[in-house]
């Protein structure tokens, strides 16, 4: 999601990779033929930011510029607009996730709301948070979803059912966190355990969904840092994205361990192209994809592009 510096999804697990099989051929061969860049929009200030892709291939991404919401096919290299900004009272837009009955929920960043829509973008419920709530990035659990607010930095909760989403509600507030966070964003889940980006201190933590009991990651590797505009978690790897200095952002793959108390950096892809400012990423297949917001030269210059990770899968 937007990186601010201070003071600076199991969802979409790839089943052949988490179980440790290797695509086929035949696999690599239709990857290989799917676009290396996929061009969101040409709208001058648009500035793309969220990203999902569904095991059918759908791709949606965000604007946090003006709200709009582009949708497409991970077969096809341009996406077309889904959600017009604006609409709806949404003029940002960040996170973006699909549940498992297929409703789209984005968040609406510094609209302080979480938007809930149907497949064919029709609004179903809004959810407003605090005044001055900055919805960043959220995850999803059999009953709930857990969104991140990077201008309170403390996560909200609502209960997510097929019949609906329910009220947002603070669930674990600044104070409660230690070291107290400066700018949380990415957010990802087991389903037991959060692991939420802090990237005022470069830390990633654990926080038990049971007793909420906040925990740091304990980094071995890449000299002790790992935390994460957009997190991508399949098993006991986590991917991030990440603000490596110098306008130079990488995805750091890491392996926890069992318990979520420390976690081994294993890799860092090549960094993204200069003032492309990757922000979140989701997998296809064998490939990771990442978003190149172009927030290091805000507004940046149409088109505004997706592309494949370079270096990492």
């Given at each position: ?72 096919t991970v077969r096809a ?12 009272g949404r003029t940002t ?221």
């Open positions: 999601m937007i990186r601010r510096r201070t003071a600076t999804t199991v969802l979409l697990a790839a089943p052949l990779i988490a179980a440790g099989v290797q695509p086929t051929a035949q696999a690599h061969h239709q990857y290989h033929q799917r676009p290396e860049t996929y061009v969101v929009s040409t709208t001058p200030g648009d500035t793309p930011e969220g990203i999902e892709v569904t095991r059918d291939g759908t791709i949606y991404v965000t604007s946090v510029g003006t709200g709009a919401v582009y949708r497409g290299p341009r996406l077309k607009p889904f959600l017009p900004a604006g609409s709806d837009a960040t996170g973006i996730h699909v549940d498992r009955w297929g409703r789209v929920l984005v968040a609406g960043a510094s609209t302080s709301k979480l938007y809930m829509y149907d497949a064919r973008g029709h609004l179903l419920a809004i959810r407003p948070a605090a005044e001055g709530s900055f919805l960043n990035d959220f995850t999803f659990t059999e009953d709930a979803v857990y969104v991140t607010d990077s201008a309170h930095n403390q996560i909200w909760r609502a209960a997510l059912t097929k019949d609906g989403l329910g009220r947002l509600r603070p669930w674990l507030t600044r104070d409660k966190i230690q070291p107290t966070p400066y700018f949380l964003n990415g957010i990802v889940t087991d389903g037991h355990r959060l692991l939420v980006g802090e990237q005022g201190q470069d830390v990633t933590y654990s926080i038990n969904l049971r007793t909420k009991a906040v925990t740091t990651l304990e980094i071995s590797g890449a000299n002790g840092i790992l935390s994460g505009d957009g997190y991508l978690l399949e098993g006991h790897r986590l991917y991030a994205v990440y603000n490596a200095g110098g306008g130079k952002y990488v995805t750091r793959l890491a392996l926890l361990n069992r318990d979520w108390t420390k976690a081994q950096v294993l890799a860092d892809s090549m960094p993204g192209a200069t003032n492309a400012t990757p922000t979140t990423i989701a997998r296809d297949g064998h490939r990771l994809l990442w978003v190149n917001s172009q927030l290091d030269a805000k507004p940046g210059t149409p088109p505004y592009t997706v592309t494949v990770v370079p270096g990492l899968n």
